[in-house]
């Protein structure tokens, strides 16, 4: 008999010396072990419109409109390295290249973020896409790890799997109520919208490999890019199926080589001047009407 009752006095013991406790008033203290790391990721709020950033360069608004977006920054600090941020190094080349275009003139210039701000992915791309833009560019910058001697420059563009996946979920949002390359889809049949969608994200992918393109080729020679600069993948800053859209990683933040280039004013002006070209060039090639 004594037996059977064992396990259930050691199973109730506990709970019971626990309400006593309490019951007197006295406490035990609960260990705090891992409860001072908390992680806070600032969401935007549902159905809260983006805020457009200003845009700077010319009046006319016939005249071409490029988006220039800093990877990360506020509480995201992205890779580090060699005692420097991603969301610092990246930025700073983002000023410089607005800097660039301003100084030349022609080309309007739009920056997601001219400061220190947390923007989440979708928000950087839709900004592009409320402004118009006829150029999207993205400006990261890599880690390699422990692996210091890794470096160079890679340009990016959304891979076709995705790309087509993004204009399928585009065609399908919102009951179509939404604009493609300022064409309303509302009203439109979904097989029309799907056609629509597709036709624009085809020139758009078309033109974002064009541009990548001419990165590499007038950054030869100023810019150090890696043994294979080109590459796609399924970037969520590049779905914008009405906007050509280029993903720029600037080098290893790990690499004290590619810090030394990219830090620098030197570095940050050959990068400016290598992309400014490309940048023009792509428009005189890409002329939209009534530009």
């Not at 928000?123 to 160079?152: K, M, N, P, T, Y």
């Not at 779905?239 to 810090?259: C, H, I, K, W, Y």
Request: without cysteine.
């Amino acid at each position: 008999m004594a037996l059977r009752v064992l396990p259930w006095l050691l199973l109730l013991f506990p709970p019971a010396l626990l309400a006593g406790l309490y019951a007197f008033g006295l406490y035990l203290p609960v260990p705090a072990l891992g409860r001072s790391y908390v992680i806070r990721v600032e969401l935007p709020t549902s159905g809260k419109p983006v805020n457009l950033p200003k845009v700077e360069g010319p009046a006319d608004a016939a005249m071409p409109l490029v988006v220039i977006d800093a990877g990360h920054g506020g509480h995201d600090p992205g890779a580090s390295g060699q005692g420097l941020e991603e969301k610092r190094l990246v930025l700073g080349l983002a000023l410089a290249l607005r800097d660039r275009l301003l100084q030349e003139g022609g080309i309007r210039v739009a920056l997601t973020r001219d400061d220190d701000r947390f923007l989440v992915l979708q928000e950087r791309a839709e900004i592009a896409r409320r402004l118009g833009a006829d150029l999207f560019l993205s400006i990261h910058a890599d880690s390699a790890g422990v692996e210091s001697g890794i470096q160079g420059a890679s340009v990016y563009t959304l891979s076709e799997k995705a790309s087509d996946e993004a204009a399928a979920r585009f065609a399908a949002r919102e009951n179509n109520a939404d604009r493609l390359n300022g064409i309303s889809l509302s009203g439109q049949s979904d097989v029309v919208s799907a056609i629509l969608v597709n036709l624009s994200q085809r020139r758009a992918q078309a033109e974002s490999s064009e541009f990548a393109q001419l990165i590499v080729r007038e950054g030869t020679g100023a810019i150090a890019f890696h043994a294979e600069p080109r590459r796609a993948a399924a970037l969520a800053v590049l779905r914008a199926p009405d906007v050509p859209s280029v993903l720029f990683e600037a080098g290893f933040v790990t690499n004290p080589q590619d810090v030394e280039r990219l830090a620098t004013p030197e570095g940050k002006e050959r990068f400016a001047d290598a992309v400014e070209r490309a940048i023009r060039i792509f428009f005189a090639r890409n002329s939209r009407p009534g530009a």
